[in-house]
Nanobody
Framework: QVQLVESGGGLVQPAGSLRLSCAVS????????LGWYRQAPGNERELVAVISSGGSTNYAGSTKDRLTISRDNAKKTVYLQMNNLKPEDTAVYYCNGHRTWPMSSDYWGQGTQVTVSS
């Protein structure tokens, strides 16, 4: 059974940094892409960044310069390095794994809270 488990969230001051981790059980290579989404109170869940099985990346325009997504296949882990954090980055961050075979399917972690506040 596939599980995605996030860690690394917490309280950080504005301009600070955090690194989120997402540990993937099962074969990480079975996912066509892995990504991070976030959901702030009262808002819909939105894409933050995604990385394909080949390593190509895509970022939401508002976070592109401050966030970096990466993956370590040997450790079966996806990371989100977040720098120069702003209060508007406050949200629950979710790890997502997407497959297209045998059918299109998405797997989600339980989420990790990131709070940016002084």
């Amino acid at each position: 059974q596939v599980q995605l488990v996030e860690s690394g969230g917490g309280l950080v001051q504005p301009a600070g940094s955090l690194r989120l981790s997402c540990a993937v059980s099962g074969r990480i290579s079975s996912f066509n892409s892995l990504g991070w989404y976030r959901q702030a109170p009262g808002n819909e869940r939105e894409l933050v960044a995604v990385i394909s099985s080949g390593g190509s990346t895509n970022y939401a325009g508002s976070t592109k310069d401050r966030l970096t997504i990466s993956r370590d296949n040997a450790k079966k882990t996806v990371y989100l390095q977040m720098n120069n954090l702003k209060p508007e980055d406050t949200a629950v961050y979710y790890c997502n794994g997407h497959r297209t075979w045998p059918m299109s399917s998405d797997y989600w972690g339980q989420g990790t809270q990131v709070t940016v506040s002084s």
